[in-house]
């Protein structure tokens, strides 16, 4: 049996349980990659790093082979184009209006009384929702083999975000152990709902299929493009991300071939 009949069977071949366990398989994959935190003391910097630059990569792949292509397919070039800049301007709009803070950059978004630990992980909700969206979606549209190749590949790159988000918390040296691994993985959790609002959206009504395809490419790549990749190369070492995001997109369209086969 085959990974995708295996999901269906749990399922029963019902989207939204496809989709809420995806969304859930992607949650869980933040958890395990924050357990390092819990036992080791060596700090794990320089390996987040470059799993952050190989979730980028996922990232930029999965926008393309399992989002905007048959995005494109399904509606044509000008819903994928409007699509990609709705998603794009709706995660800007966020993350301009919405006070967050990142590890390197600061706090963003506008003056708040929350505590900066809220506003790192409001951050990374942030970043979180429209790989959630993009896997609700994904499954939604019916494309299940694709959709689930999705939820892998994010779920991967997921694992390097938590650890990196527990990281920050230590760093900050007002956070033991356990409480930063739990705040860690609370922040992940967003892409369960996400993930079910989506294919509940495409499932209900199909004509938006394409826009919600595109509209989750576009808020990924933004993610990507304006957040995750300048804060990495703010650490300096871009040589090495550089190969890192090359190895995450390797991976994806691996995957994405795989599970098409």
């Given at each position: 049996?085959?990974l995708v009949q295996a999901f269906q069977s749990i ?117 979180n929702m429209p790989e959630g969206l993009a896997v ?100 300096g070492k871009e040589r090495t991300i550089t190969y ?18």
């Amino acid at each position: 049996m085959s990974l995708v009949q295996a999901f269906q069977s749990i399922s029963g071949g019902d989207l939204m349980i496809l989709a809420a366990l995806a969304g859930l398989f992607t949650s869980a994959m933040n958890l395990v990659g924050a357990l390092p935190i819990l036992f080791l003391k060596t700090s794990f910097r320089r390996v987040s790093d470059l799993g952050l630059g190989f979730a980028s990569g996922v990232m930029i792949a999965a926008s393309f082979t399992s989002l905007l292509l048959p995005a494109i397919e399904l509606g044509g070039i000008l819903p994928a184009l409007l699509g990609v800049v709705l998603g794009a301007v709706t995660i800007s709009l966020m993350d301009r209006l919405i006070p967050h803070m990142h590890a390197i950059m600061g706090i963003e978004g506008g003056s708040s009384r929350l505590k900066a630990v809220w506003l790192l992980v409001l951050a990374i909700m942030i970043h979180n929702m429209p790989e959630g969206l993009a896997v609700g979606v994904g499954i939604g549209s019916g494309d299940i083999a694709a959709g689930l190749a999705l939820a892998i590949a994010i779920g991967i790159q997921n694992m390097p975000e938590g650890l990196s988000v527990g990281l920050s918390l230590i760093s900050a040296e007002k956070y033991g152990r356990v409480r930063a691994y739990l705040i860690s993985t609370a922040s992940g959790f967003v892409e369960l709902p996400m993930a079910v609002i989506g294919a509940i959206a495409v499932t209900i009504i199909h004509q938006i299929v394409p826009y919600a395809m595109s509209f989750a490419a576009g808020a990924m790549l933004f993610v990507v493009s304006d957040e995750i990749i300048p804060e990495l190369h703010r650490l300096g070492k871009e040589r090495t991300i550089t190969y890192s995001i090359i190895a995450g997109l390797l991976t994806m369209l691996w995957l994405d071939v795989l599970f098409s086969s």
